[in-house]
């Protein structure tokens, strides 16, 4: 399989996690590059139900090598919690997981930090952030006081944590929030990391040299194009590069070694959290798409925010990755409705707009301008090949990609591996 960067086209929870799944397949790596534990990627094999937040897709294959990369900040603790219910159910992480040494780590005071940043937000402001604990570590790594997994492993790492608890603990104090306990945090850190000890390595190496020796690396992102930190919807964005981009940044692996980007899009578009989202839908159709495609964060837990597809964004997204095919998802959620609507453009006091704005006060101005197609009134879900959709179904899909100038890859009908259709991947 060429070397393919897997990156969501709208605002997160487009489905990668299967789509990661059903490519893992064809690859001999899989290489997570940005984001933390607060992405989900869900993911469904028969009766089975996993939900993966720093561990690669691919671990749910025996016999594919998962790294996380460099670009992803690690929760150790979150980390090994995660290793340990994958062993509870027979799934091995020894010899197939790799954790960077250069990937930042995230401590209780990042998450003490994100919880009073988020509070003191007033109403219409709020990120509504995951409380995690990423954004801190990241802002932690831009202003070169983060911690990372080769100090964790290094005899130093008491002594380093120490200093920088010294600042830590008058900021958290100043804030009015709870100081950490230096020798019991110090402790704890110390246990996980003789635990992770053994799966902490150069995985910029590793990943050149696999890549120099033939294998296939796909290239597994977190978030969406628009909640990316540079090109989402700035500020109500995650705190990393969640587009195509990000893979290079966040694995070390130059861009010449990478071969296409495919791009996961929902049949529709939700959002979680705050801020803009134009397509928006607050009615019983709304409500209807939610209902049916068991919208709610793999994360949080929070109802995800159901709109029209968003053709204005699928093209931007495009644009930004260079994304050669869609991997399209969920279009048998769609299957009930008499009439569905597709944004191409958006109405701006009066502007018609064919682009995201920057500006997201002028971007929670804009009206979606739709245009019309029936439904089909019939299940997709027992199609396995394009020639077995609903005449309807296929031209919604055909006229996605042709808004889009972006060809169809591959297209989900529902949750398990097997409700796959292959179009030109």
Not at 192 to 199: D, H, M
Not at 252 to 257: E, L
């Amino acid at each position: 399989m060429p070397n393919t960067v897997i990156v969501g086209a709208q605002w997160g929870d487009e489905g990668k996690g299967k789509i990661i799944d059903v490519l893992t397949e064809e690859a001999d790596v899989v290489a997570r590059y940005q984001g933390g534990n607060n992405a989900g990627h869900t993911v469904e094999i028969g009766a089975e139900h996993y939900v993966l937040h720093l561990i690669p897709s691919g671990i749910l294959h025996d016999d594919k090598i998962c790294v996380i990369g460099n670009g992803v900040v690690v929760d150790p603790l979150a980390l090994l919690g995660e290793m340990d219910a994958l062993h509870a159910r027979g799934i091995a992480t020894k010899d197939k997981l790799l954790v960077g040494d250069r990937c930042h780590v995230v401590f209780p005071y990042h998450r003490l930090m994100d919880e009073s940043r988020e509070a003191r937000l007033a109403r219409g402001r709020k990120i509504g952030t995951t409380k995690r604990g990423i954004g801190p570590s990241y802002g932690d790594k831009a202003s070169r006081q983060g911690l990372r997994a080769c100090d964790l492993v290094d005899p130093a790492f008491p002594d380093l944590l120490a200093q920088r608890l010294e600042e830590v603990n008058s900021v958290l104090q100043a804030v009015g929030a709870e100081p950490v306990d230096p020798p019991r945090l110090t402790a704890a850190y110390a246990v996980a990391a003789e635990r992770l000890a053994p799966y902490i390595t150069d995985s910029v190496v590793y990943l050149n040299r696999a890549v120099a020796s033939g294998k296939s690396v796909l290239f597994e992102g977190a978030q969406g194009t628009m909640l990316d930190i540079d090109f989402g919807t700035y500020p109500f964005v995650t705190s990393s590069n969640a587009t195509a981009g990000g893979a290079c940044t966040g694995t070390g692996v130059a861009p010449h070694r990478i071969d296409r980007v495919v791009g996961v899009v929902k049949a529709y578009t939700t959002r979680v959290g705050e801020g803009p989202f134009p397509t928006e839908l607050d009615d019983e159709t709304g409500k209807h798409i939610g209902r049916t495609g068991h919208e709610f964060g793999a994360t949080t837990g929070r109802a995800r925010r159901c709109g029209w597809f968003d053709a204005v964004v699928a093209r931007y997204s495009a644009m930004i990755n260079g994304i050669d095919m869609w991997a399209m998802t969920k279009l048998d959620v769609l299957d009930a409705l008499e009439t569905i609507r597709i944004c191409v453009a958006y109405d701006c006091g009066g502007e018609r707009l064919d682009r995201v704005p920057a500006n997201v006060r002028r971007l929670v101005r804009c009206r979606p301008v739709y245009e019309e197609m029936p439904g089909w009134r019939a299940s997709t879900r027992n199609a396995r090949r394009m020639e077995d959709l609903p005449a309807a179904a296929r031209a919604y899909v055909d006229r996605l990609c042709e808004i889009t100038g972006v060809p169809l890859g591959l297209l989900s009908v529902g949750a398990d591996r097997n409700s796959t259709l292959r179009a030109g991947l």
